[in-house]
């Protein structure tokens, strides 16, 4: 180069950033001591301003630059701010100071005033409801834009904050529903006759405060608070019942139970019961005499399918076909009630009207009075003559009482419609008991002017 001395600040003397300076280039720097020449890199490195930095933002005071570069803050269209590294200068000596920065011009600003317009919204924290509210505000500073921009939003979170209204959320627990199910008794029912309808109701986070009852959807009626919770109803026709029950909890909760179908059926007719009638040959028997009794009996909406004899309450015979023929016999001394008991088909009774039958005391002979008689042989004591057809060794015994009416009786001893003997005797006899041993078998009966049927014993 040549030795003509140059300004070093000339803007024609710096060179684009990243220019490499040759070794063997020569500068030389005017001072007032004369011309010096710069022949070292070192020296012309020192010497040679860096290129201007270009941003949308001021620098930082951690931002690197050499004294003298420049640091142009673009703001809009035209809008620049330019700061310049300097050395060090102590605090306060110019707001506009950013560490080695200093603001040294601006371009298209008002110099020294930032203006800024924020907005913020503020919302509710989480477990609390409210209205999202906004707010905006504008804020000037005269230290720098982002001093302007933190001022108005600060104003606008401020305001923002303030307005808005937050209630804490009120989280109520989700209602558990009642749980419920139903019984009906009887089932099937019957039109008319009342049934039980019982229902198991349980509330898991509550109680249980009513239980309606439903066929289909007719309400039947309902029960209070307190269990068991029945319900008793009466069907008024025939067909199916589709009953549910719903259960009500404090909570207003209804649970609802699955659906119990139950058959309804007609009554069934009422049975007519059979009618009875009983009829017997004597009322007078001796003690162990049997006789047969004879019953009728009829049913007018079925059959009848037994007809029992009783003495008293004690059923003595019993027989399943028409005619009805009841074999009776008693050893009990004394009067005896006997009646005629009809049962049909449907297991209806009827007793017939009572007859009354004399069961004459039991005929006790003593060895001592027996009167053993042929055919044609009459008694010398007594006067009594047996005869007995055809002649057998049957033996006649009886008690013999103190004398009275001699005059002549004649009594017929039959067995099965068939006279086996006649007897001659004295009318004081008549009524005594007597023994009339046949064929190895004892018969018993009392003196009669007429016949006389003895019962085995």
């Not at 710096?14 to 020296?43: C, H, Q, Y």
């Not at 330019?82 to 102590?90: E, K, N, R, V």
Request: glycine fraction near 8%; hydrophobic fraction near 40%.
């Amino acid at each position: 180069m040549a030795d003509t001395p140059i300004n070093y600040t000339d803007a024609s003397f710096v060179r684009p950033a990243g220019e490499a300076i040759a070794d063997t280039e020569a500068m030389f720097n005017t001072s007032t001591e004369g011309v010096t020449r710069l022949d070292s890199v070192a020296k012309v490195r020192e010497a040679i301003a860096p290129a201007t930095i270009r941003a949308n933002r001021k620098p930082r005071t951690t931002t690197a630059g050499r004294v003298g570069q420049e640091f142009w803050f673009l703001q809009g269209a035209g809008k620049w701010s330019i700061y310049q590294h300097s050395a060090p200068i102590a605090d306060g000596e110019n707001p506009e100071t950013i560490g080695p920065w200093v603001l040294v011009q601006e371009i298209g600003l008002q110099s020294g005033v930032f203006t800024s317009t924020k907005s913020f919204t503020a919302n509710c924290p989480a477990g609390q409801t409210g209205a999202p509210m906004t707010r905006e505000a504008t804020r000037s500073s005269t230290i720098s834009q982002d001093d302007a921009d933190a001022q108005a939003l600060a104003a606008a979170t401020q305001a923002a904050t303030a307005a808005l209204v937050c209630s804490v959320v009120v989280v109520t627990p989700t209602n558990q529903i009642p749980a419920v199910s139903v019984a009906a008794s009887p089932s099937p029912a019957t039109v008319g006759v009342s049934m039980t309808l019982t229902a198991t109701a349980n509330d898991a986070d509550g109680e249980v405060v009513k239980v309606e009852y439903y066929n289909g959807q007719t309400k039947l009626g309902e029960t209070g608070s307190a269990p068991p919770y029945t319900f008793t109803y009466a069907p008024t026709a025939p067909g199916t019942l589709s009953l549910t029950a719903k259960a009500y909890d404090n909570a207003g909760g209804v649970g609802t139970s699955s659906a119990l179908s139950v058959t309804v059926n007609n009554p069934a007719p009422v049975n007519q019961l059979p009618a009875a009638n009983l009829s017997v040959p004597k009322t007078t028997l001796a003690n162990g005499e049997s006789m047969t009794a004879t019953a009728t009996a009829s049913d007018p909406d079925g059959t009848v399918v037994k007809v029992e004899l009783l003495d008293g309450t004690a059923v003595v015979a019993e027989d399943s076909t028409s005619p009805y023929s009841l074999n009776y016999a008693s050893t009990v001394a004394g009067q005896h009630t006997l009646r005629a008991r009809a049962t049909d088909n449907n297991g209806g009774a009827t007793l017939s009207a009572p007859v009354t039958v004399t069961v004459q005391a039991a005929v006790v002979v003593p060895a001592s009075y027996e009167v053993n008689l042929g055919n044609g042989q009459t008694d010398a004591q007594t006067g009594v003559l047996l005869t007995v057809e055809p002649a057998e060794p049957d033996v006649l015994r009886f008690n013999r009482p103190a004398a009275g009416d001699t005059s002549p009786g004649d009594m017929e001893i039959v067995f099965d419609d068939i006279t086996v003997a006649l007897v001659n005797f004295p009318l004081y006899l008549v009524g005594t008991a007597y023994a009339y041993d046949r064929n190895g078998q004892r018969y018993l009966g009392t003196f009669t002017n007429g016949k006389s049927t003895p019962s085995a014993q």
